[in-house]
Each structure stands twice: as structure tokens, then as C-alpha cells.
């Protein structure tokens, strides 16, 4: 074996990491929300949690991923210790469907069906047809190009490892080396470093693979170097709980736990097995298919032999990573970074923290509304601690999202992602406000401010608007509904005309000294707390249809939306007049509306 294999045998495996990285994260890309949803319907079964794990890994050929992702959702609070056992021992067995893919290009033979079951012999036009999809189409057919070239670029480093090693075939010292790996010690070492090297079991099993077609891997060195490799793929999920909460410590320890007792098991069982009956393939020489079916054996009969043993495992890893009375009770990270290593993952967690953050937004706001009515301090306090949750969650959202926009989404996932850097602030200006009114209503309390009769019910009125549009844009926010974030425009327009008429009829009561100036500074503070939040309830909803519709210019839209003669300024003059009349002040009142109305469609004409 010359130099130049070695250097042939290096781009190789560059090739068949650089194919099995692409085509892992073009498929999860593809996913998309799909991956969020089948990860979101995590149940505390650990059957449910296995076949959850294994179609996760599945789709994103990497267990090693999973377990990761595993380890971040328990960091964030979004799962169990318990479930996420379950979702570990999916993802080996999910593992096991790349060692069987790579198994197919060992296929040999002369008919035309065994020939095309082999890759070797289809995955050539797959990487032509995937390569014209990413240079000519858009997603989502760009990323299924994506796929298919990976899937192409994996198979031909796979078949340039193999041919790169043949000349090994006749090398001694490559055949003693192997011998020694008999050893179970030694070969679980030498796979343990090969798979910590490469940081991917799947990677690894496909190199071991590629070794056997040299013909010096036997079945007695293959069985504990695939057992290493088990072992080996542990050290990504428990890096990545550096600095993590207990119980995602936890978790990675039972990924150590299940790879690490079920290797001692197997090969206990393997090896005094072949004490008694002296299996015929001991010193056989494997294949790829001989590994594939190792790798897959153990896995399932692992899995098989722990399911029932999930209390055992959980357990084992409380012992291992104990609580400490010492210290303060850990607080869940909101959104855990080890989740940007899977984007589309990330961009549906941080979706749903940016759905939390407006929620307590629209529940702060409201409270503060109802203080203005009746002062609880207790309630007041609990505002205020809303508004400092909300300001936490801006800046933990802000900086993930920087991070976040830096990998490579796929569309859905962008649209997320630029709708939550153009709304949190929005709606922690919104949480702003909550404390404002508090604040007010502290003040009428203290001074027992009481409005009169008919300010009263001219704030009932203006209220009933703000909360109709603070619903309606929370709702549009959290379902990413366009058709309902159109209907916000002509709502902030009539709060934006509440206002200003109720500022009108104040002034008129205190020409009438019915009112008096103390009382018009409280309600000019209210007015405008009310006018502002409208306004970025205008913000949010702008945003949403602007992003969805890949428009960016909102000066534009809304000039397009109120005075153009198109239909979208049509609706949103329907809308207007009906929300108009729905929340007009008085009877007295609905002629001035009227009048309003008649006055800005003359405007319009000239």
C-alpha cells in the first residue's frame, strides 16, 4: 500500500462524512416543521418515545444529533428524564439504517435486479439529477437535490474508501492487526477512538465496513470494535451536557448507561454462547452485510433487554449526577444553544418561546386594564414580574435568533425566524405599557381619582377595542395567520379614532365643568398607553403578512392598504366601517361617526 491510498483513502472518508453531514441536514431542512411536530408529541411512554427517537434519527441519520436534541429539550423543561430515555434508545436502533444502506453496495452479481438493488450502480444518477435540482429549482425541490447529491457524494466516498484499502488485502501487519482486535478489550477501544474521532456511530460502522472488504476483518474483531463504536457515540451527547442542568446531565449519563451495559451484556453473552457451542463464523471473515446485521442485533436486543429497565436506567443516572441540597434550585434554560446544531428544531423552539412571550404580554396587559378599575397590589406585583419575564425572554430570544439566522433554514424556517426578530419588540413594548397603566392605576387609587358617568362608559368602549385587537394579534401571531393579521390594520385605525374622540367629548366636558384637568392628565395617560399599544399591535401584524408575502417595505403596504383603489384597500374599508359601528361610543356619537366617515371618502377623492 502506497502514499498515495492513503492520501485516496483520506478524501474518501472526507467524502463519505462531507455526503452523510449534507444528506442528514438537507433531510432534516426538507422536514422542516414536520421534525417539530413528530418531537412535540413526546408522551411519558417510552415505547411512544422509542419510535419517536427512531424516526428522528431516521430522518436525520445521525443518533448522535438526537441524543443531543434529547439532552437540549430536557435542558429547556420541554421534556422528562423519563421520556427521554425512550427517545435514546430509538435513536441506536434508528442508527442502524445507514449500515444497511451502506450493506447494498456489497451487492454482487450478474442480474439486472441484484445490480440496481446495489447504490453503487444508481447513486451516479442520482447525484446528476440532484445537482441540476439545487443549481435550477427552488425549495423545496432545491433541498430534495440537496439530498439526493448527498446521498451520491456518501456512496462514492464509501466506494473510494473500499477501493483505497484493497491493496491492504495482502498486507501482513493489517492482518495481525486485526487479530489482535479479537481482544474484546482492544477492539472496544480501537472503536471507542474511531467513532470519538469521527463523532458519528454511523460514520464509523461505515468505515468498519469498508475495512471488511479487505477480507482481514473477522467476525471475533468486528463484534468489539462495533461494540466501541456504541460506546464511542456517547461522548457527543455528554460534551454537549457540559454546563447543562442536572437532569439533562442525566440524560446523557443514560446514553453512556444503555451503550455501555447493553456492549457488556452482548459480548458476555456472545462470547459464553461460543464457549458451549463454538459458533462455525467465529473466525469467518464478515462483509458489510455481516456488520449491518451485528450493529442491528445489538441494538435491538439492547433496546429489547432495557425498555422494561427505564426505572433502572433513570436510577442509575440520578446516582451518578445526585441532587445537591447546597444548591439553588436550577432554573430551565428558555432555549437551549446545543438545539442549533438542528435549525429547523431550534427555529420551532424559539417559535414557541416567542408564542409564551406574547401570551404574557396579552396577560400583563390585561391585568393592568382591570387595575384601573379595581387596585389589587398583589395582582400590580405579579404585573410587574411579567413585564421583567418578558424582558428576559427579548433578550434570550434576540441572541438565539442571531445565532439561529446564521445556519442554513429552509424557507418555513427563515419565515419564522424574521418574524420573531420583527415582533418581540413589539410585544415587549406592549408589556411596557402594562407597567404604565399600573403605575396610573396606582395613582387613581391613591388619589381616588373617579371618572364621570360618561367617561366611564367612553373607556368601556375603548378598552373593549384594545382587548378585541390585542386578542386578534396574539391569536395571528401564535397560528402565523396572514387572513386574521389583515384584519388588525382597520382595528388600530378605529382605537387610533376612539381616541382621539374621546378626547374630543373630555374637552367638551370641561368646557361644560363636568370634568376637571386633574382627572383629564390620568385619562390623557390612559389614551395614550392605549393608542401605543394599538400601534404595535399595527407593528406585529404588518410584519406577519409582510414576511409572508416577502415584502419588506411597510410604508409601502400601508399606503397601498388605506388609500389605493385595489381590492386589499377595499376589504380593509369594509372592515373599518364595520368595527367602526361596533365600537361607536354613543347614539349621539354614531352621527359623528358618520359624518367621519363621509369626510375621509372626500378626502380620499381629492
Not at 456504541?230 to 451503550?259: E, Q, W
Not at 401570551?359 to 387595575?371: C, G
Not at 396572514?482 to 367638551?508: F, W
Not at 389605493?564 to 349621539?588: C, G, H, M, P, V
Request: a negative charge.
Amino acid at each position: 500500500m502506497s502514499i498515495f491510498n492513503v492520501f485516496t483513502l483520506m478524501g474518501g472518508i472526507a467524502m463519505f462524512l462531507y455526503g452523510m453531514d449534507m444528506m442528514g441536514k438537507s433531510l432534516e431542512q426538507t422536514a422542516g416543521g414536520k421534525l417539530q411536530d413528530i418531537l412535540s408529541k413526546m408522551t411519558s411512554s417510552p415505547l411512544r418515545g422509542l419510535f419517536l427517537g427512531l424516526a428522528v434519527t431516521a430522518v436525520i441519520q445521525s443518533s448522535g444529533a438526537t441524543t443531543v436534541m434529547a439532552v437540549g429539550f430536557v435542558n429547556s423543561g420541554l421534556m422528562q428524564l423519563r421520556q427521554a430515555i425512550g427517545v435514546i434508545m430509538g435513536a441506536n436502533v434508528g442508527t442502524t439504517v445507514t449500515g444497511w444502506l451502506l450493506a447494498l453496495s456489497g451487492l454482487q452479481g450478474d442480474s439486472f435486479l441484484t445490480q440496481m438493488l446495489n447504490p453503487n450502480a444508481w447513486s451516479p444518477i442520482l447525484g446528476f439529477i440532484g445537482v441540476f435540482m439545487f443549481m435550477i429549482c427552488k425549495d423545496p425541490k432545491r433541498g430534495i437535490g440537496k439530498i439526493l447529491l448527498g446521498f451520491s457524494i456518501l456512496m462514492f466516498g464509501m466506494q473510494t474508501m473500499t477501493n483505497a484499502m484493497s491493496p491492504l488485502a495482502g498486507e501482513q501487519w493489517f492482518m495481525n492487526l486485526f487479530l489482535s482486535f479479537q481482544n474484546p478489550l482492544l477492539g472496544m477501544l480501537a472503536g471507542a477512538v474511531l467513532t470519538a474521532l469521527l463523532q458519528s456511530s454511523s460514520a464509523a460502522v461505515g468505515v468498519l465496513q469498508a475495512l471488511s472488504a479487505t477480507g482481514a476483518v473477522t467476525y471475533s474483531s468486528a463484534m468489539p470494535i462495533i461494540m466501541g463504536q456504541n460506546i464511542g457515540t456517547t461522548i457527543t451527547a455528554l460534551l454537549s451536557s457540559t454546563g447543562a442542568n442536572k437532569n439533562a446531565k442525566r440524560t446523557a449519563c443514560v446514553h453512556l448507561y444503555f451503550n455501555l451495559i447493553g456492549s457488556l451484556v452482548f459480548l458476555g453473552g456472545f462470547y459464553g454462547l461460543n464457549a458451549l457451542v463454538h459458533f462455525s463464523f467465529f473466525n469467518m471473515a464478515t462483509d458489510t452485510f455481516g456488520i449491518a446485521v451485528v450493529h442491528t442485533l445489538f441494538n435491538l436486543i439492547t433496546t429489547a433487554l432495557l425498555l422494561p429497565a427505564t426505572n433502572l436506567l433513570e436510577k442509575l443516572a440520578i446516582l451518578t449526577v445526585p441532587d445537591r441540597e447546597d444548591v439553588d434550585a436550577e432554573q430551565q434554560s428558555l432555549l437551549d444553544e446545543r438545539l442549533l446544531s438542528t435549525p429547523s428544531v431550534a427555529a420551532g423552539r424559539a417559535y414557541l418561546t416567542g408564542m409564551d412571550m406574547a401570551e404574557i404580554s396579552r396577560v400583563s396587559l390585561l391585568q393592568s386594564m382591570a387595575l384601573t378599575h379595581t387596585w389589587n397590589t398583589d395582582l400590580a406585583k405579579q404585573v410587574c414580574r411579567e413585564e421583567d419575564a418578558v424582558d428576559h425572554y427579548e433578550d434570550v430570544l434576540g441572541s438565539y435568533l442571531v445565532k439561529l439566522s446564521a445556519k442554513h433554514l429552509s424557507p418555513e424556517d427563515h419565515r419564522k425566524v424574521n418574524t420573531l426578530l420583527y415582533t418581540i419588540s413589539d410585544f415587549e413594548r406592549i408589556s411596557d405599557y402594562s407597567t404604565n397603566l399600573v403605575k396610573m392605576a396606582e395613582e387613581i387609587h391613591e388619589k381616588d381619582i373617579h371618572f364621570s358617568q360618561a367617561a366611564q362608559d367612553d373607556l368601556h368602549v375603548l378598552e373593549a377595542a384594545v382587548r378585541d385587537i390585542l386578542e386578534r394579534t396574539v391569536d395571528a401571531f401564535q397560528k402565523v395567520d396572514v387572513y386574521g393579521a389583515k384584519k388588525i390594520e382597520p382595528m388600530e385605525e378605529v382605537v387610533d379614532e376612539l381616541v382621539r374622540e374621546v378626547k374630543a367629548r373630555h374637552i367638551a366636558r370641561l368646557r361644560e365643568g363636568t370634568c376637571t384637568i386633574e382627572y383629564g392628565f390620568v385619562l390623557d395617560e390612559l389614551l395614550i398607553s392605549y393608542e401605543r399599544v394599538a400601534d404595535h399591535c399595527s407593528n406585529i401584524a404588518v410584519a406577519i403578512v409582510e414576511i409572508a408575502e416577502n415584502k419588506f417595505d411597510t410604508h409601502a403596504y400601508l399606503g397601498e392598504l388605506k388609500y389605493s383603489s385595489n381590492e386589499a384597500n377595499a376589504a380593509f374599508e369594509r372592515r373599518y366601517e364595520k368595527y367602526l359601528d361596533r365600537y361607536a361610543l354613543t347614539e349621539n356619537e354614531k352621527s359623528e361617526t358618520e359624518q367621519k366617515k363621509r369626510d375621509k371618502h372626500e378626502w380620499k377623492k381629492h
